[in-house]
């Protein structure tokens, strides 16, 4: 793999004249809704439910509404359905699923096709839908909750021992999208406020599933590219660094890019000032392996995607360094005192009287930002158990400080699965320059 820095001054040429073939298919809104006794799909969907959220949201209520706040409630599936239309022109393209959190046992059935059955209730699941997508016709996509007591003995899932309720449902955010066949699976930024450099590290992931006469799978030609830029205005503040290199059909990869910066504005909560880190991959070529015959020729196929942008991610981010000396803490280098409260939003998922507050923004805002800031507050402690994906947002965006703590008291499940999901957390949590302490028990 090679990797090239170029000094840029527009956005033009980063792109290039590359064919975008990216599509976000947004399912946030309005399921539908039902429970059933059994595992198998209702008949009949007869409730609507707001997404994100909990089942007790569902209109008409749910049969056993009052006891769910209770946890005395009889276990039952629990099924949201979406219907969408995919555009003719995304044929042959790759299609996933990103659902950023929900619980319990998430069952994915994609046009009557079983896609796949997980157990993390607290970190993103990615699910391939291509294989059943139809393209220019109406999609239908069925996700069975089950309850918190199914969960397999595999699960990384402490046990609350002050609250009395889990109940299901798709929790954070949920989308679909399309696009070529390498997907940038992860991208975590790693700023150093002391050196001046930011790092990116990236995880690819190759969808295609096309093989070599040998029955091997092919390897696809790449080309990835990344900048930075501030936020609000967009200026680009660094050249653009060039990797390529090719990756095998099923396969994932790891691309890492430095970036030296020449001038640096911090983050703190007092100034959180945001930058933006863009990287773009472009799937170019299946490449051609002749298996050391010279005669051999290239198969004449071509495929749609070819040299165009497979992926593209925008990734917050901000510059700011936090350590610990003694009894102290330190932001950006200088000795900072931590004022605020706890928030245990798990807690409080099981009051009756939450109805879709922790879902609306607005409410959010003013919990989080707007009542603390007046108080002069400046830190959280997200506690037994981590929050929907814009609460980070808001506190990146804004300036409140925070320390994340995972899902887990008095510990559940096998090492195996602590290892997937805490790697997962970091990857998807840790851009934000709101979260300064990381808690895993």
Same mark, same amino acid.
């Given at each position: 793999?090679?990797?090239?820095?170029?000094?840029?001054?527009?956005?033009?040429?980063?792109?290039? &004249? @590359?064919?975008?073939?990216?599509?976000?298919?947004?399912?946030?809104?309005?399921?539908?809704?039902?429970?059933?006794?059994? !595992?198998?799909?209702?008949?009949?969907?007869?409730?609507?439910?707001?997404?994100?959220?909990?089942?007790?949201?569902?209109?008409?209520?749910?049969?056993?509404?009052?006891?769910?706040?209770?946890?005395?409630?009889?276990?039952?599936?629990?099924?949201?359905?979406?219907?969408?239309?995919?555009?003719?022109?995304?044929?042959?393209?790759?299609?996933?699923?990103?659902?950023?959190?929900?619980?319990?046992?998430?069952?994915?059935?994609?046009?009557?096709?079983?896609?796949?059955?997980?157990?993390?209730?607290?970190?993103?699941?990615?699910?391939?839908?291509?294989?059943?997508?139809?393209?220019?016709?109406?999609?239908?996509?069925?996700?069975?909750?089950?309850?918190?007591?199914?969960?397999?003995?595999?699960?990384?899932?402490?046990?609350?021992?002050?609250?009395? @309720? /889990?109940?299901?449902?798709? +929790?954070?955010?949920?989308?679909?999208?399309?696009?070529?066949?390498?997907?940038?699976?992860?991208?975590?930024?790693?700023?150093?406020?002391?050196?001046?450099?930011?790092?990116?590290?990236?995880?690819?992931?190759?969808?295609?599933?096309?093989?070599?006469?040998?029955?091997?799978?092919?390897?696809?030609?790449?080309?990835?590219?990344? &900048?930075?830029?501030?936020?609000?205005? #967009?200026?680009?503040?660094?050249?653009?660094?060039?990797?390529?290199?090719?990756?095998?059909?099923?396969?994932?990869?790891?691309?890492?890019?430095?970036? !030296?910066?020449?001038?640096?504005?911090? +983050?703190?909560?007092?100034?959180?000032?945001?930058?933006?880190?863009?990287?773009?991959?472009?799937?170019?070529?299946?490449?051609?392996?002749?298996?050391?015959?010279?005669?051999?020729?290239?198969?004449?196929?071509?495929?749609?995607?070819?040299?165009?942008?497979?992926?593209?991610?925008?990734?917050?981010?901000?510059?700011?360094?936090?350590?610990?000396?003694?009894?102290? &803490?330190?932001?950006?280098?200088?000795?900072?005192?931590?004022?605020?409260?706890?928030?245990?939003?798990?807690?409080?998922?099981? /009051?009756?009287?939450?109805?879709?507050?922790?879902?609306?923004?607005?409410?959010?805002?003013?919990?989080?930002?707007?009542?603390?800031?007046?108080?002069?507050?400046?830190?959280?402690?997200?506690?037994?158990?981590?929050?929907?994906?814009?609460?980070?947002?808001?506190?990146?965006?804004?300036?409140?400080?925070?320390?994340?703590?995972?899902?887990?008291?008095?510990?559940?499940?096998?090492?195996?699965?602590? #290892?997937?999901?805490?790697?997962?957390?970091?990857?998807?949590?840790?851009?934000?320059?709101?979260?300064?302490?990381?808690?895993?028990?």
């Amino acid at each position: 793999m090679k990797i090239r820095y170029f000094l840029i001054f527009a956005i033009l040429p980063f792109f290039g &004249f @590359s064919q975008n073939l990216n599509t976000i298919i947004p399912l946030n809104g309005t399921a539908d809704f039902e429970q059933t006794e059994n !595992a198998f799909p209702p008949q009949k969907f007869t409730r609507k439910i707001p997404v994100p959220g909990l089942i007790d949201l569902a209109e008409p209520k749910i049969d056993q509404y009052d006891l769910y706040f209770s946890g005395q409630h009889q276990p039952r599936y629990n099924w949201y359905r979406f219907r969408f239309n995919i555009s003719k022109k995304d044929a042959n393209k790759y299609a996933i699923l990103k659902l950023l959190k929900s619980r319990y046992n998430t069952q994915i059935i994609f046009n009557g096709q079983d896609c796949g059955q997980y157990m993390q209730c607290n970190t993103p699941i990615d699910c391939d839908l291509t294989p059943f997508m139809k393209a220019g016709e109406e999609n239908e996509l069925l996700i069975r909750l089950g309850e918190r007591a199914w969960l397999p003995k595999e699960a990384a899932t402490g046990f609350d021992r002050e609250k009395y @309720s /889990d109940i299901p449902g798709i +929790w954070d955010d949920i989308f679909i999208e399309i696009g070529g066949p390498i997907k940038i699976h992860r991208a975590l930024v790693l700023p150093n406020l002391k050196e001046k450099t930011v790092t990116i590290k990236t995880v690819l992931e190759n969808y295609a599933k096309i093989l070599e006469r040998n029955m091997e799978y092919s390897e696809i030609e790449y080309e990835a590219k990344a &900048f930075l830029r501030e936020k609000k205005t #967009k200026k680009i503040i660094s050249g653009t660094a060039i990797a390529s290199g090719k990756i095998q059909c099923q396969q994932a990869q790891k691309i890492v890019f430095n970036f !030296a910066m020449d001038e640096v504005h911090s +983050w703190s909560p007092e100034d959180p000032f945001l930058y933006e880190a863009v990287v773009s991959i472009t799937s170019q070529k299946l490449f051609f392996n002749n298996y050391g015959n010279k005669e051999s020729i290239r198969p004449s196929k071509k495929y749609a995607w070819e040299m165009s942008i497979s992926d593209t991610k925008n990734i917050t981010f901000g510059m700011r360094d936090f350590e610990s000396k003694g009894k102290d &803490f330190y932001l950006n280098g200088k000795r900072y005192n931590l004022f605020g409260s706890t928030l245990t939003l798990n807690r409080f998922f099981e /009051d009756r009287d939450r109805a879709h507050l922790p879902w609306d923004r607005e409410w959010v805002e003013n919990l989080m930002i707007n009542i603390p800031k007046s108080l002069r507050w400046n830190f959280f402690r997200v506690s037994i158990g981590l929050l929907p994906d814009f609460w980070y947002d808001l506190a990146d965006q804004h300036g409140i400080v925070i320390q994340n703590e995972y899902l887990m008291w008095n510990l559940r499940g096998r090492p195996s699965q602590y #290892k997937k999901e805490y790697t997962d957390w970091i990857w998807a949590d840790g851009n934000h320059p709101s979260i300064i302490i990381w808690d895993a028990l």
